[in-house]
């Protein structure tokens, strides 16, 4: 797009650059680049026009997102190039999907500002407002077994998890954690733990081999009012931290821990070499839970994982614990959420 291109040149540029120079350099006319200085200072950044100068940036928006600001801070080998950025979409699984049908490579991602048909587990709903939270997905063509799949949604966790941490390091009232076996959650002084994002991971198949794998993210993020219904168990980090988050720098944080802790998935095909880092900031450990298995629910203590990323529990009154699988069964604190 002409846009992305004036903008890339005038976040180059040491000085001023002329719009004959812009439309030399990218064969249009003169009227396309002054339109496409207009569309990019909608989008938060403002840019002067000096007469026989030209333009120049002189400050942008702290939540500025786009495909330019994404890819320019972005530090990884093949994960995210291109991350194609839509202010607006259906569902950016869905999205994923349709460019995998079209041969795209492994590693693009698709992120918006806003889903309209924003999927979640089990055939639920993601309710997807703008609000500036990020709903973003990846494409992966993985060479592995079909049962190893569900890990790579631990090791999404994992990714967010560590970004999230690392973004709140300072902040010494807040503590991250994962809820097993892939929410991220945050409490606020000593208080109980929120969920603050959601992982979707599809998979399909050519007979028995795996098409591609898409995982799909939503992190509540800037979001300031939340429905009733979910307040108790839900939140963004604006609400956690009392301070607005730089989108970019989180995203771009969680898509490079995604990428060293994927390539380390990958060499075993399980979660061995990451069960430990995992586990720091499993938040079920040690604690009571109640294990929602659809052949009979049951209490106990939760332990670690296993490096098939099932969680161990010992039920109450037993003394072997038990492989808990995701997908079918969910588990719950026996006091709340966690
Ligand atoms: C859950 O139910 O907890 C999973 C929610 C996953 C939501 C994300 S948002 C980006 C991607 N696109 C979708 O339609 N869903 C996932």
Redesign the pocket.
């Known amino acids: 797009m002409i846009k992305d291109e004036v903008l890339k040149r005038l976040k180059d540029a040491e000085d001023y650059i002329s719009g004959q120079e812009l439309s030399d350099e990218l064969h249009v006319s003169r009227t396309a680049v002054w339109k496409a200085v207009q569309s990019i200072r909608q989008e938060g950044y403002e840019i002067e026009a000096v007469n026989k100068k030209g333009y120049r940036i002189r400050t942008m928006d702290e939540d500025v997102l786009n495909q330019t600001e994404l890819e320019s801070h972005l530090h990884t080998k093949w994960i995210g190039h291109p991350m194609i950025y839509k202010r607006q979409t259906g ?4 999205d994923i999907m349709a460019l995998a049908d079209q041969g795209a490579k492994e590693g693009v991602i698709v992120l918006s500002s806003m ?1 309209t ?6 055939g ?1 709903t ?1 309710i ?1 407002p703008s609000e500036g939270n990020i ?3 990846l494409l992966l063509r993985p060479q592995m077994r079909t049962d190893a799949v569900p890990g790579v949604t631990l090791v999404m966790a994992l990714a967010v998890y560590q970004a999230v941490r690392e973004y709140c390091r300072d902040i010494h009232k807040v503590r991250v954690g994962i809820k097993w076996p892939n ?1 991220i959650v945050i409490s606020v002084d000593g208080g109980p733990y929120k969920k603050i994002t ?3 991971t599809e998979m399909r198949l050519e007979d028995t081999e795996i098409r591609d794998v898409t995982v ?3 992190i509540n993020i800037n979001m300031e009012h939340f429905p009733e219904e979910i307040r108790k168990t839900a939140t963004s980090l604006y609400l956690a931290l009392g301070e607005h988050v730089n989108r970019v720098r989180l995203i771009d944080t969680t898509w490079e821990y995604f990428e060293k802790d994927y390539e380390l998935f990958l060499k075993t095909q399980d979660l061995s070499l990451l069960k430990e880092m995992y586990e720091e900031g499993l938040v079920n450990r040690g604690r009571k839970v109640l294990v929602l298995d659809p052949k009979g629910e049951y209490q106990g203590l939760a332990g670690g994982i296993d490096e098939r990323g099932r969680l161990m529990v010992l039920p109450d009154g037993k003394d072997r614990p038990v492989a808990v699988e995701s997908g079918e069964i969910s588990v719950r604190g026996v006091m709340g959420y966690v």
């Open positions: 569902s950016t699984n869905d889903q048909k924003g999927k979640g587990r089990r639920r993601w997807s709903y973003m997905s929410d959601g992982i979707l799909g993210i939503g």
